[in-house]
């Protein structure tokens, strides 16, 4: 018989007793008899290590869940109202297509060693940092952060691709970045920190930053730098914010593949990234296939639907006029004179994206030399001093490119 204290007793165990019915279910004295067993009751209610174990495996099946669909829920709740909005991840790195010429130009003399200006070197270090915040979704704090030693370390990847490791970066809960080069990028890179870094920091002391600005100091806004150079070529800026927010919904409307949706938000989130996993093969795999998976699915929504349009298509480059053909050209549409004003450097860039640079550089260049040789027409044959040149020039309301008194001097003596 089932006494009225064991059902109290087994209350006890699952909770749901009151003061009065804990009180009870001690034992008053040494008479009381035994409990009898109860094993219909026990076998009805779980032990607490069971309850425990069962509420585990529970946890764990729902975690699973949630991270097989969980990503897309939140990606859909986040992007809702941006989804309509949407655009294909290259019309938001249009600078790096744009730029490239001016790029590639200024990158083949850093190659071959020549001199550059000032205006090339940093052509350079702004179209680095656009690749990585635009094309590659990291975030600034990768090129801030990223170090000389880090890159030295570079992991060569299946012989296509460099994975670098980056220490510092904005998420500090996940303080490991990684970022994915093609061995063309790789290339970009190392002429960079040998031929253009050097130019920065000539005379001053060596920082560990890899990227670093024309002043040989670390780079501290790199969201301005890249809005920086979007406006030199007379586009639109574009944020990290917006490229990684755009290509993660993109990928999740065109990617159905559960597991990659899986990888491409783990390499955003940089949630896999950690000292320990970073090397592993599969780890590499992963992060080199989510590097590109927008490209990739972009490239899958434009096809080429016929071998007509392939024929078609213009295979050879766009042909490029050497320097001095593009200034022929140039001073037709600008001629050189004394008292018109240079044009601007935009201008210059828009008449030749692959030698806008040395257009403007040339004309100023012409036109000073023509202003020297006006104002030493307007002296006298007697030897002129710096004040009457400074003076002589300063009737002449000229507002930039303005000829300095030493080589009015200079020119003066050998006339």
């Not at 991840?89 to 190659?111: Q, T």
Request: proline share 6%; with cysteine; hydrophobic share 30%.
């Amino acid at each position: 018989m089932i006494r009225q204290k064991d059902i109290d007793c087994v209350r006890k165990e699952i909770g749901t007793q009151t003061e009065p019915e804990m009180a009870a279910c001690q034992p008053k004295s040494s008479e009381d008899p035994e409990p009898q067993p109860i094993p219909a009751m026990i076998n009805d209610l779980d032990t607490k290590e069971e309850r425990e174990r069962q509420e585990r495996n529970q946890g764990e099946e729902e975690e699973q869940k949630e991270e097989e669909n969980g990503a897309t829920a939140t990606v859909s709740e986040k992007d809702k109202c941006s989804a309509e909005d949407m655009r294909k991840p290259s019309e938001l790195e249009s600078i790096l297509r744009i730029a490239e010429p001016a790029f590639k130009s200024a990158l083949y003399k850093a190659e071959n060693e020549d001199e550059l200006s000032e205006n090339e070197n940093v052509t350079i270090v702004n179209y680095l940092e656009c690749l990585v915040v635009l094309r590659k979704l990291q975030r600034p704090g990768v090129v801030q952060n990223l170090t000389v030693d880090e890159w030295e370390r570079r992991i060569p990847h299946r012989g296509t691709h460099v994975v670098i490791p980056v220490q510092e970066h904005k998420m500090a809960a996940n303080p490991l970045a990684v970022l994915v080069l093609t061995v063309e990028e790789e290339t970009w890179f190392d002429i960079y920190i040998n031929r253009v870094r050097p130019t920065f920091l000539q005379g001053k002391n060596e920082i560990q930053n890899f990227f670093i600005s024309s002043s040989g100091e670390k780079i501290h806004n790199v969201s301005q730098d890249i809005a920086r150079f979007h406006y030199k070529f007379g586009l639109k800026s574009v944020t990290s914010e917006m490229v990684r927010r755009n290509a993660e919904t993109f990928v999740f409307s065109k990617c159905k593949d559960i597991n990659e949706r899986n990888i491409f938000i783990k390499y955003l989130s940089q949630s896999n990234h950690t000292a320990e996993r970073v090397y592993r093969e599969k780890i590499m795999d992963d992060t080199v296939k989510a590097s590109e998976t927008p490209m990739l699915h972009e490239s899958k929504d434009n096809p080429t639907t016929s071998k007509t349009e392939a024929v078609e298509k213009p295979t050879t480059s766009p042909v490029i006029r050497s320097k001095k053909d593009e200034f022929e050209k140039f001073i037709e549409k600008y001629p050189v004179n004394v008292e018109t004003d240079p044009p601007p450097h935009k201008i210059c860039l828009a008449e030749s994206a692959v030698h806008g640079q040395h257009l403007y550089d040339r004309w100023r260049k012409l036109q000073n030399r023509m202003r020297v040789q006006y104002i030493i027409g307007l002296l006298q044959n007697d030897r002129p001093s710096e004040d009457r040149v400074r003076k002589c020039i300063g009737l002449q309301l000229w507002e930039n490119n303005l000829p300095r008194v030493r080589d009015i001097l200079q020119q003066w003596k050998k006339k």
